[in-house]
């Protein structure tokens, strides 16, 4: 993976911020096991096995996708998002619609919300930014960091509560805004499932908040850490509304922490 760039399609502030997303220490904490100590049991079962012993406790991460999302029809994609902690996130991809390809890019950094796609990279198809967006992104952000970045569940800006044997909260603070978000640990500490309450279009015209989550399948391993290959995710998570508010499976293919002063290749992913 070469992250040395902003992908293609970004604004130039957008790819600034693509830019100060690779920002932290240069030299984090590295990851034991003893730092799960006081957490739910859940969440011990799911990071000792996520994150290897002595891995970098990065606040960022990047990442190669593909899949398919749901624009009236199934269409495939491909994109890379880089992730950070506290910085948010920019997730560049490209499409295809009825052939033809469309590029763009949705973004939640500088604490607001953007999303901007153009044919063939140069005709507008579709921009949004405002309060409802900036709302939606943040809720995004708090859920796929857990995901994308387990390292961050040991941070101070993710605070955890016990709800089961299998399940925990975590409240994730994204834009002096708080976040609850449940994940479900399987018996080999791997995700299974993400459920949370998220911003979102209730129709063309209005938002409001409703259930959003997503369900994972395989791991892929990768700089340390364990992350779920296969995700599908959408709205109306755990209600009857849930197979028809599916928008988005992806694959991820590759996965790099971004640390500074890092460099070389990175390890190889293995599919699990």
Known sequence: MNGDGPPDGLTPPVAEDWRSLASG??????????????????????????????????????????????????????????????????????????????????????????????????????????VDVTRSAAGRHAGELLVALPTAALTREVRWRPLDADRAVAAVTVGGTEHEVTVTVGPDGALTELGMRRWGPLDRRTFGEQPFGATFDGELAAGGLRVPRQVTAGYGYGTE??????????????????????????PEPRER
């Open 25 to 130: 220490a240069e030299k984090p904490p590295r990851f034991t096991a003893g730092m799960t100590s006081d957490l739910p049991e859940p969440v011990r079962r799911w990071l000792t096995h996520a994150i290897d012993e002595g891995t970098p406790l990065a606040r960022a991460v990047e990442l190669r996708m593909h899949g398919e999302i749901f624009l009236g029809r199934w269409s495939p994609f491909t994109a890379v998002q880089r992730l950070s902690l506290t910085r948010g996130f920019v997730w560049a991809a490209t499409t295809r619609l009825l052939g033809l390809p469309i590029r763009g890019f949705d973004r939640w950094s500088r604490g607001t919300g953007e999303m901007r796609w153009r044919l063939f990279g140069i005709l507008p198809v579709a921009s949004a930014a405002g």
């Open 241 to 266: 509304r849930w197979a028809a508010g599916q928008f988005i499976r992806w694959t991820v293919d590759d996965l790099r922490l971004v640390l500074i002063g890092s460099g070389g290749p990175p």
